[in-house]
């Protein structure tokens, strides 16, 4: 998961598919469902003059946190 998102709150836009997840070893991890997350500019990156926008990343369930 990227560093500037860890922690922010985003919302679930849809399930991706099922990947196998990388982290445990090259493509030989458990497979994981993946999940579109969109998260406000303001929550990642603090307020800007260039207004509000998204961001739009795709995670594995096992960096997601229930809210």
């Known amino acids: 998961m990227p560093r500037y998102a ?3 709150a985003g919302l679930v836009e849809r399930v991706q598919g099922v990947d ?11 497979a ?3 999940y579109s997350v ?3 500019s303001e929550e990642l990156f603090g307020p800007s003059d ?5 961001v ?3 995670l594995f369930e096992s960096y ?3 809210t």
Not at 50 to 54: E, N, S
């Open 6 to 8: 860890r922690g922010a």
């Open 50 to 54: 260039d207004g509000i926008w998204t």
């Open 56 to 58: 739009r990343l795709d």
């Open 20 to 30: 196998a997840f990388p982290d445990i070893g090259r493509y030989q991890g458990p």
């Open 32 to 34: 994981e469902p993946v």
């Open 38 to 40: 969109v998260f406000r």
């Open 64 to 66: 997601l946190e229930a």
